[in-house]
């Protein structure tokens, strides 16, 4: 069973920056892992993506501005999130794609909340 564990959300004024992670835990490999934002009222949106190799896909609406890494060694990947604005506040969940073919997501996510 794969764990995901989601931290680094918060109260941020617009223009300010964050730094979201998600640590992966469990006896499966992992391949791609990302992150996935859910606002109220919004459809869920596929923020970034990044592969086991460390090939990136962005949204349209975080591009140049958000940045996805992450640690192998560690089973991490993290969001820096800069230049913020107050429609990235959403509830932002990690997922990890596990060797078996499956996609495993976060518990509670992390709130992240830009006021203008």
């Known amino acids: 069973q794969v764990e995901l564990v989601e931290s680094g959300g918060g109260l941020v004024q617009a223009g300010g920056s964050l730094r979201l992670s998600c640590a992966a835990s469990?006896?499966?490999?992992?391949?791609?892992m990302g992150w996935y934002r859910q606002a109220p009222g919004k459809q869920r949106e596929l923020v970034a993506d990044i592969t086991y190799g460390g090939s990136t896909k962005y949204a349209d609406s975080v591009k140049g501005r958000f940045t996805i890494s992450r640690d192998n060694a560690k089973i991490i990947v993290y969001l820096q999130m800069n230049m913020l604005k107050p429609e990235d506040t959403a509830v932002y969940h990690c997922y990890a794609d596990t060797s078996t073919g499956v996609r495993k997501y976060g518990g509670q996510g992390t709130q992240v909340t830009v006021s203008s």
């Open positions: 469990g006896p499966f490999s992992i391949n791609a």
